[in-house]
């Protein structure tokens, strides 16, 4: 049995090029996170923690500054660039961002009222100095936000080069011919450059390769004349690889390591078709 279904090949291809770019997506998703998160923490301790001189009230003025950085960073990166920069809406764009940062910035002057109240008992005087520095509050949300954006667009060069490699490779597995037989109740796709020789088992063949060997029911008659030009039969038993033959002789052929004969009837064709 020999045949190709053009429908069924594209949905396979699809479907298992769909599995691979989730996972793959899920995973890179993941660790790309974590790192953003882990960068955002270290600036935030290294500009505005330190200088509090008090680890306790370092660590609530961080940890409220923290969401606001993530929340703006995250809806930035992940909804407005692909919603409307990517699909070229720059008006709605830039009238949002607009929007994103004035909450952001409001939302920061919460955390810094908040600690100017609840952490330093009103007293001015305490607040840390980069703490108290609006502009430099705004400046560092939004170099966050700009290397979050950084982050994102490394990490979707490098998916968009694996998708490329992988529709690539999955583009050879389809232009790569096979035989396709029925095996043990399975639908079985034998790579032609991995069949060693096809051998009769009367009403059924079995295929040989290097490593496994498939039975299915078929004639090997039919098979024969629907195989390209690559195979060659020797015997009313035999068909052989041509790219495997390792030597041949007047009345045996051997095909990576084994030696089957070449029926008599054979002889002038398979001497003609190894010249």
């Known amino acids: 049995m020999l045949f190709v279904d053009t429908n069924e090949e594209v949905y396979d291809f699809s479907l298992n090029l769909t599995n691979k770019l989730i996972t793959l997506k899920n995973k890179s998703h993941l660790f790309s996170h974590l790192l953003y998160s882990v960068v955002v923490v270290l600036v935030l301790t290294l500009v505005f923690g330190r200088s509090w001189g008090n680890n306790s009230a370092a660590f609530f003025f961080v940890s409220m500054l923290l969401p606001i950085v993530l929340g703006t960073s995250f809806f930035f990166n992940y909804y407005l660039v692909p919603k409307f920069m990517l699909k070229k809406r720059y008006v709605q764009f830039g009238l949002y961002s607009l929007y994103t940062a004035?909450?952001?910035?409001?939302?920061?002057?919460?955390?810094?009222?908040?600690?100017?109240?609840?952490?330093n008992n009103l007293n001015y005087r305490n607040l840390a100095p980069n703490a108290s520095d609006t502009i430099l509050l705004a400046v560092i949300l939004y170099l966050l936000v700009f290397v979050?954006?950084?982050?994102?667009?490394?990490r979707q060069i490098k998916e968009n080069?694996?998708?490329?490699?992988?529709?690539?490779?999955?583009?050879?597995?389809?232009?790569?011919?096979?035989?396709?037989?029925?095996s043990n109740r399975k639908l079985v796709r034998i790579p032609y450059r991995d069949i060693v020789y096809i051998e009769s088992l009367s009403d059924y063949i079995r295929v040989n390769t290097a490593t496994e060997q498939f039975v299915s029911k078929e004639k090997i008659s039919n098979l024969a004349s629907l195989l390209p030009d690559l195979f060659l039969r020797i015997h009313r038993s035999f068909i052989i690889n041509k790219e495997k033959i390792r030597s041949v002789s007047y009345d045996e052929v051997m095909v990576e390591g084994v030696r089957l004969n070449i029926g008599r009837s054979y002889r002038k064709v398979v001497r003609n078709s190894l010249k």
């Open 148 to 154: 979050g954006m950084f982050f994102l667009m490394f």
């Open 102 to 119: 004035i909450v952001s910035l409001y939302l920061e002057m919460i955390v810094l009222l908040f600690s100017f109240v609840y952490i």
């Open 161 to 182: 080069r694996l998708v490329i490699q992988q529709l690539l490779t999955e583009k050879d597995k389809l232009n790569d011919p096979f035989l396709e037989i029925v």
